[in-house]
């Protein structure tokens, strides 16, 4: 998946939370937040910028949908759940 923009935000768990943008491979808006440890990360960004990216393989999804942000109800259950709140 090519990917448009990533912002990182960094929890106080081991384990940060990370909201990324993109588009899929047929070329619609998706958003994804991927729990990914800061050890991956920057193997995470690195193969980001080099082709479609299997974000499964960096960690685990916590939510994702199409769009480029997730609807009211997500962006809620994010901050209530994890103190996110939704970057762009």
Same mark, same amino acid.
């Given at each position: 998946?090519? &990917?448009?923009? !990533?912002?990182?935000?960094? @929890?106080? #768990? /081991?384990?940060?939370?990370?909201?990324?943008?993109?588009? %899929?491979?047929?070329?619609? %808006?998706? +958003?994804? !937040?991927?729990?990914? #440890?800061?050890?991956?990360?920057?193997?995470?960004?690195?193969?980001?910028? @080099? /082709? *479609?990216? *299997?974000?499964?393989? +960096?960690? @685990?999804?916590?939510?994702?949908?199409?769009?480029?942000?997730? %609807?009211? @109800?997500?962006?809620?259950? &994010?901050?209530?759940? +994890?103190?996110? %709140?939704?970057?762009?």
């Amino acid at each position: 998946m090519p &990917l448009l923009h !990533v912002e990182s935000f960094l @929890q106080k #768990s /081991s384990t940060p939370l990370h909201a990324i943008r993109g588009k %899929d491979s047929i070329g619609r %808006d998706c +958003y994804f !937040v991927l729990m990914c #440890s800061m050890k991956k990360l920057p193997s995470l960004l690195a193969a980001m910028q @080099q /082709s *479609n990216v *299997n974000l499964t393989r +960096y960690g @685990q999804i916590v939510v994702s949908g199409f769009g480029t942000k997730p %609807d009211e @109800q997500t962006r809620k259950m &994010l901050k209530e759940k +994890y103190g996110l %709140d939704w970057p762009f």
